[in-house]
C-alpha cells in the first residue's frame, strides 16, 4: 500500500479558471468511474476534479472534440510558475500511476496545434495490466471479473498499439494485449502480481479485488462506489 | 505573419447558426467570458472540423501559451491582437478571422 499523499476525488466543478498543462493517452474512465458532463464557452465535456493533499487541485476533462481515447489535466490558473506546474505533473502522474509512455504532452514541452503523435512505446504492458485488471474487476457485481471480461475491455481503456495488436508467438490464437492481460491472471506468483500484493485473490475463470486491492485502487484516486 | 490554423468551433448553445453568420460577415470571433474565468476569451479547437457541425477559421493572432495542442484560447489582455468588444453590456474577447462557415 501507499504511505503517500491523498487523493481525493471532489464531488463539484472547479470554481475557477482552468488551464490545459497535460494530455494523457487514456481516457477519464481509466482514471475513473464518477464522470459528470458540463459545458463551458468552448464545448460540452465529461470530466472530474480532484485534490491531491489538499494541495494540488486538478480537472480531467474530454471535451466533444478532443481525439477519443485521450484526457486532458486542467490546474487553476493560479498555478502559474513552470517550476510549480511541472511538480504538479509529476506528483499527479506519480499519485495515479500514470504509465510515461501514456504523457502525450505537458506544459514544458513544445507544441503544434492540432498536432500530437502516439508513440509506438506506448504499449500495453503487464505492469499497467495488473492495474487496470483491478479497475475492471472493481466495477463488477462482487468486484469479480472472468479473464474473458478482463480482455474484452481492455480496448476501451487504451489504443493499442500495432505491437499490441500483432499476433502472440507463444499464444497464436491471441494478439499481444490479450496475451498480456491473461498473464495478469495466469501468473499467480509473480512478485509485483495483484495475488502476491494481496490486491486480489484467484477466481475459478478470473479474479476478484479485496479489500486491499479497493484500497490501493482509492489510493490512486480511483474511486469505486460501495 | 502566416495565417495560423485551422482552428474550429463546434455548434453550441453560443456557437448557433446566426452567430457563424456574423462571423462570416465580420470576419470576427468573439469570445465571453467563461463560467469563472478570469476574463474574456476566445476558445476553440485545433485543427480542422471534422464530422461535424460548426465553424473553421485562420487567424494571425497568436493564441495564448497556455493554450494546449488541441485548444486554443485568446484572453482579451493577455494575449497581444485581441480587441475588445461590447455588446448587450457584455465585453467580448475578439479575434480577426478568415471564417468558413459549416453549420448553415
Redesign the interface.
Known amino acids: 500500500m501507499t504511505d503517500g499523499p491523498i487523493i481525493t476525488l471532489l464531488s463539484y466543478d ?4 482552468v ?3 497535460a ?1 494523457f493517452w487514456r481516457p477519464l474512465n481509466y482514471f475513473t468511474i464518477t464522470i459528470r458532463e458540463g ?6 465535456y465529461k470530466g472530474a476534479s480532484f485534490v491531491i493533499g489538499n494541495e494540488v487541485s486538478f480537472a480531467l476533462r474530454h ?5 477519443e481515447l ?1 484526457v ?1 489535466m486542467y490546474l487553476p ?1 493560479t498555478i502559474d510558475s513552470q517550476r510549480e506546474i511541472s511538480d504538479a505533473i509529476d506528483l499527479i502522474i506519480r499519485v495515479m500511476v500514470i504509465p510515461r509512455t501514456a504523457v ?2 505537458r506544459r514544458e514541452q513544445p ?6 503523435e502516439k508513440p509506438r512505446e506506448d504499449r500495453f504492458r503487464e505492469h499497467e495490466a495488473r492495474v487496470l485488471a483491478l479497475k475492471i474487476a472493481a466495477q463488477c457485481p462482487n468486484h469479480m471479473a472472468s479473464t474473458k471480461h478482463l480482455k474484452a475491455e481492455v480496448p476501451k481503456y487504451i489504443e493499442l498499439s500495432p505491437e499490441d495488436l500483432a499476433r502472440s508467438k507463444s499464444r497464436p490464437n491471441e494478439r499481444v494485449w490479450q496475451q498480456v492481460m491473461g498473464n495478469v491472471v495466469s501468473h499467480q506468483t509473480v512478485g509485483g502480481g495483484p495475488f502476491v500484493q494481496g490486491y486480489a485473490v484467484r477466481t475459478s475463470d478470473g479474479l476478484q479485488v479485496t479489500r486491499k486491492g479497493l484500497d490501493y485502487l482509492k489510493s490512486m484516486g480511483y474511486f469505486v462506489p460501495a | 505573419m502566416p495565417d ?7 455548434e ?3 456557437q448557433t447558426p446566426e452567430v457563424a453568420i456574423k462571423q462570416v460577415k465580420s470576419g470576427e470571433v468573439w ?2 467570458t ?5 476574463e474574456p ?1 476566445v ?6 472540423l471534422k464530422n ?1 457541425r460548426g465553424i473553421e477559421f485562420t487567424t494571425k493572432i497568436e ?1 495564448h501559451p ?7 484560447r485568446w484572453y482579451l489582455t493577455k494575449t497581444p491582437g485581441v480587441l475588445k468588444r461590447c455588446e448587450d453590456g457584455e465585453t467580448f474577447a475578439c479575434i480577426l478571422a478568415d471564417v468558413k462557415n459549416s453549420q448553415p
Open positions: 472547479p470554481e475557477y479558471d488551464i490545459p498543462h494530455i459545458e463551458d464557452g468552448l464545448d460540452a471535451y466533444r472534440g478532443h481525439p485521450t486532458t490558473h502525450a504532452w507544441f503544434k496545434y492540432g498536432a500530437l | 495560423l490554423g485551422p482552428f474550429n468551433r463546434r453550441t448553445r453560443w469570445g465571453r467563461p463560467k469563472f474565468g478570469m476569451t476558445q476553440a479547437y485545433s485543427g480542422v461535424c493564441p497556455m493554450s494546449s495542442p488541441f485548444e486554443a
